[in-house]
């Protein structure tokens, strides 16, 4: 049971870094495209990347509360 706890534990860390980076370079290149066609919404454009960052940090942070129960239980 322990061996299953840590490739699970694994597996949900990993996925959601994974996610999380598609996430930010998704939102990141999307940005970057808004701000070279109107420049002069840059500081709207760029104030909302962040808070949608912000956003999409949070699911690497749960999954790596997950992979600790996870680990707590091998």
Do not use: C, D, H, Y
């Amino acid at each position: 049971m322990g061996a299953l706890a840590l490739v699970a534990a694994g597996i949900v860390f990993g996925l959601g870094a994974l996610g999380a980076g598609i996430g930010n370079g998704l939102i990141v290149g999307r940005a970057l495209e808004g701000i070279s066609r109107q420049p002069e919404l840059r500081g709207v454009l760029q104030s909302t990347m962040f808070i949608g960052i912000g956003l999409v940090e949070a699911m690497p942070i749960i999954t790596l509360v997950l992979a600790f129960i996870f680990l707590g239980k091998a």
